[in-house]
């Protein structure tokens, strides 16, 4: 037997960890071996070194769900049973995402599409022996920060707390995701708490100023200091939301939707047809390609003016077109044109409530992320 240090990437999580495990020093195809130790791994965890991964399989590129849904029970008392049914779907498959978001009493799945919904109504009701029901599907969007600009908490009353940081936040490209580093001397804030503050961004960018999750910005912490008899272990992960949040309302937020890479494979005669629809659908063609008398188009067009178009396209081809897509990337979105979302845990600037949350005085936490 022999040690082995993997490491597991997570598609919800957006996230890599390592783990050790305990393998056979040697095995070869076709042998059985177990595996224990990872506590945390679910179906679409991916294991092993970056080098041993398959080529088809590529971190941060797996399928990611662009639509939310509110699932609501036939009888409101079956609430519990019904998050308890979600989650056993969920574990099965990782697409199937659900929060219960406390402060609006309502739970939420992401899905892909219409289709998953279909399925996981059937499965609830011929599994778990519930009745539910869909709200309207509503796109998932992201947002970001608008230009640069810093944010400020000063985390000291009512004692006993201490924590004073300085963030500057800035637009990154689109895409790049998150990134985080420090400037502040370990003598202004010990090493363990500038770590918590790494590790509650996710947290603290669950929630953007317009209610979606926060991405494309390079965090520095450059200033604030921590004091010897008043810093409670926990105060730089309360501390973080608040001063991100101050600096997100300071540079203001920009919505970005998601965009689909849609390739359709048309009759000729079609072609102008969906030309159209398109470019209705705030889409632009980016390639055509004539083989036999077959045309394959390819475009890019915003997930909320498509969600049912593969319905609009059977129809008006007489279900001789057919198309397939895959998430392309994020663009920016007039306010106007998307949608914001509301807030499910209590907001950071609301000190009073946040502080009090924080010292779990109020129900639900700071953080509503089940």
Known sequence: MAFMNLKFYSEALGMQTEVYIVIPQKSTAGEIGVVYGLGDVGVGHVLGGSALLPRRVEPGRLRTPLITVQVIPEKPEEMQALRAACGALAAEDPLLQVHYAKALGELQRHVMGAIQLEIIQEEIENRFGMKVSFS????????????????????????????????????????????????????????RYQHQVEQALPLALHQGRLGWQVTDVNITLVDGNHHQFHTHPLDF???????????????????????????FLLPPDCVGRVMSDVA????????????????LMTALIPVATSVDYAATLASATSGRGSMSVKLHGYRDCPLELGATAARRSVDPLDTSKYILAARSALEGGIFDLE
């Not at 963030?167 to 995701?177: D, L, N």
């Not at 992960?237 to 390739?263: F, H, K, N, Y």
């Open 136 to 191: 309207k599907p509503a796109v998932i969007y992201k947002e970001t920060i608008a230009q640069a600009a810093s944010g400020f908490v000063a985390y000291t009353m009512p004692k006993p707390c201490w924590a004073i940081m300085r963030f500057e936040i800035e637009p990154a490209p689109r895409g790049s995701g998150v990134t985080f580093k420090s400037t502040v001397p370990v003598k202004d804030i010990l090493l």
């Open 237 to 263: 992960i309360v501390a973080t939301p608040w001063g991100i949040q101050d600096g997100l309302v300071r540079g203001g937020s920009t919505l970005l939707e998601p965009i689909l890479e849609t390739r």
């Open 280 to 295: 209705l659908m705030r889409g632009e063609v980016t390639h055509t390609e004539t083989d036999a008398d077959r045309v």
